[in-house]
């Protein structure tokens, strides 16, 4: 993290700001820089490097030179010259590291012409520089609707307030040039304040908003990498990655900079391969490469008119063909050189995963039991047929009520009874 706050605490749980995700001197996971050497004294005699890595807003960060010898730490907000007035910014790097960031970025770490540190900033500078990023969100809208009004083929992505609010930077994005002679004077009649206009590439923009990419982390540009790499469609036919614009694009529009990170690996292992363009030659006919393995060094091979019959070989193999057909002497055909795929033995292992359930359970309809009219209660006509007396009884037992026969001997004793 990039503030003194985040650090541990007594029983060596993080202590943090108490700002419930966002960071109190908002530096945290922004282009933060991981100080190895704070824990290791110089040696003596040797005094500390005097210049100083400041962030202000989003990812700008710059170098001061601390003439006064200040005591600062990472997180700590300073006030830092600047024209006019002065600016607020936070404490992200001190001491010998600070060297290889500014090589990194090709300046001079001995030069006088850095800007310097004023002091460590007093309650109301932080006041002053609060009220003036509160200011932000609202001048940004207000910007970009004098923008459209005036019908000016740019965008306002960003603005920001220097420390002591007497000036305000405008970053725009532009695919030409705009002249914007006119929008500077209603800026200044709008906001009452000196205004600077910065342009910037699409990818810088996305640095400075932030997002989430479809790795699902942050965005490298606004977290960790500093330097933007042209990044070619090339890229992404070594990787063997589809051309789909959609997918390769990231939040900035332009192609996705981790298309880079493994480019090296991929051009070291397809150094020694041939082009992928390029035929085999045989007897038999020409063969057309269809796909590349690249790290198993597997290629499948069509013949012209063939092409959905594929014919695996290795690199060393593709090789040895090549070669035959430079000396004019091309081999019979590639099912010579056909990779045998060894059989493997599945066993047929079952189980019942529906557990005790039989699987034609609902094959068979359930028969529905067709429920009885009842009888009306109008008076209605015999019919004319044979009368049963009262006395006899249907042998057919009701299905419903349909009970055990009692036996023979208790037959006779209810008749006797009954006599």
């Not at 060094?297 to 008119?305: D, M, R, S, T, V």
Request: with cysteine; charged share 30%; glycine share 6%.
């Amino acid at each position: 993290m990039g503030c003194a706050s985040c650090s541990s605490g007594k029983d060596g749980l993080p202590k943090g700001c108490k700002n419930n995700g966002t960071c109190g001197t908002d530096s945290c996971n922004k282009l933060s820089v991981f100080d190895w050497l704070s824990n290791m004294e110089l040696p003596n005699g040797e005094e500390q490097f005097n210049v100083v890595e400041i962030r202000f807003k989003n990812s700008r960060k710059e170098f001061f030179r601390n003439t006064e010898s200040l005591t600062l730490q990472m997180g700590d907000v300073v006030a830092t010259e600047a024209s006019p007035g002065h600016d607020i910014g936070i404490v992200t790097l001190t001491g010998e590291l600070v060297k290889v960031q500014m090589k990194k970025k090709n300046e001079d770490p001995y030069s006088d012409d850095l800007p310097k540190i004023y002091r460590k900033a007093t309650q109301k500078d932080i006041d002053v520089w609060q009220e003036a990023k509160d200011r932000e969100e609202a001048v940004k809208k207000r910007s970009r609707e004098i923008a459209i009004r005036l019908k000016l083929k740019m965008k306002i992505s960003d603005v920001e307030f220097q420390g002591d609010a007497s000036k305000a930077i405008f970053y725009y994005t532009a695919e030409s040039r705009v002249d914007f002679r006119q929008l500077i004077k209603e800026f200044a009649y709008e906001f009452k304040t000196r205004i600077e206009m910065k342009q910037i590439g699409f990818r810088q923009e996305a640095a400075r908003l932030g997002g989430i990419g479809s790795c699902g982390r942050e965005l490298c540009c606004s977290t960790w990498l500093t330097d933007f790499r042209t990044v070619k469609t090339s890229a992404a036919r070594y990787q063997q990655l589809s051309l789909n614009p959609l997918k390769l694009a990231g939040q900035c529009g332009k192609l996705k900079c981790c298309l880079n990170y493994e480019l090296d690996t991929y051009l070291d292992a397809i150094k020694d391969f041939p082009k992928y363009d390029d035929k085999l030659i045989t007897k038999k006919g020409k063969a057309v490469c269809q796909k590349i393995d690249i790290f198993n060094k597997k290629f499948w091979y069509a013949y012209e008119g063939d092409y959905g019959n594929w014919i695996e070989i290795d690199l060393e193999q593709v090789l040895e063909i090549v070669e035959a057909a430079k000396q004019k002497n091309p081999v019979q055909s590639l099912e010579d050189f056909k990779a045998e795929e060894p059989e493997i033995e599945i066993e047929a292992n079952y189980e019942n995963v529906v557990g005790q359930d039989s699987l034609t359970r609902f094959d068979r309809p359930k028969n529905k039991r067709r429920k009885k009219k009842k009888p009306s209660n109008q008076s209605h006509k015999a019919k004319p047929g044979p009368t049963k007396s009262p006395n006899t009884k249907s042998n057919k037992p009701n299905k419903r009520t349909s009970k055990k026969k009692p036996s023979s001997n208790s037959q006779k004793n209810n008749t006797n009874n009954a006599k």
